[in-house]
C-alpha cells in the first residue's frame, strides 16, 4: 500500500503563491506517474496537472496552464505544485494521486491512490 500526504495549503490573497508537495511512503513502485486534482465546494473533482515518472511529460488544465507548475524529486518520492498568480477561483481541497506505470493521465479514474488533501484559500 502507498500512503500520499499533501502539505502546503493554506490562505492566501489573491495574486499570492503556495507550492504544494506531496510525499509518498510505504510501498514504493520503481516508478509511477502522479497528478494533481482539485474539488471546490459542490463542483465536482477537476483535474489539475499530472507529470510522468520521469518528469519529461506534463500536463496541465486550461484554468492554470501558465500560473502552475508540477515537479517531482523521485529521490525524496515528492511531487510538487507550485502555484504562482492565485486566483479566487483555485480556492479547493487539492489532492494527489499516484499510479503504478510511466504515463500520466488527466482522468482520476487512472489513479490507484489518492491522499486526503489540502484546503487552498484565496481571498480576494
Known amino acids: 500500500q502507498v500512503q500520499l500526504v499533501e502539505s502546503g495549503g493554506g490562505l492566501v490573497q489573491a495574486g499570492g503563491s503556495l507550492r504544494l508537495s506531496c510525499a509518498a511512503s510505504?510501498?514504493?513502485?520503481?516508478?509511477?506517474?502522479s497528478g494533481w486534482f482539485r474539488q471546490a465546494p459542490g463542483k465536482a473533482r477537476e483535474f489539475v496537472a499530472a507529470?510522468?515518472?520521469?518528469?519529461?511529460?506534463?500536463y496541465y488544465a486550461d484554468s492554470v496552464k501558465g500560473r502552475f507548475t508540477i515537479a517531482r524529486d523521485n529521490a525524496k518520492n515528492t511531487v510538487y505544485l507550485q502555484m504562482n498568480t492565485l486566483k479566487p477561483e483555485d480556492t479547493a481541497v487539492y489532492s494527489c494521486?499516484?499510479?503504478?506505470?510511466?504515463?500520466?493521465?488527466?482522468?482520476?479514474?487512472?489513479?490507484?491512490?489518492w491522499g486526503q488533501g489540502t484546503q487552498v484559500t484565496v481571498s480576494s
Open positions: 494521486a499516484a499510479r503504478v506505470g510511466t504515463y500520466a493521465y488527466i482522468d482520476a479514474d487512472k489513479y490507484n491512490y
Open positions: 510505504g510501498r514504493t513502485f520503481s516508478n509511477y506517474a
Open positions: 507529470i510522468s515518472w520521469s518528469g519529461g511529460s506534463t
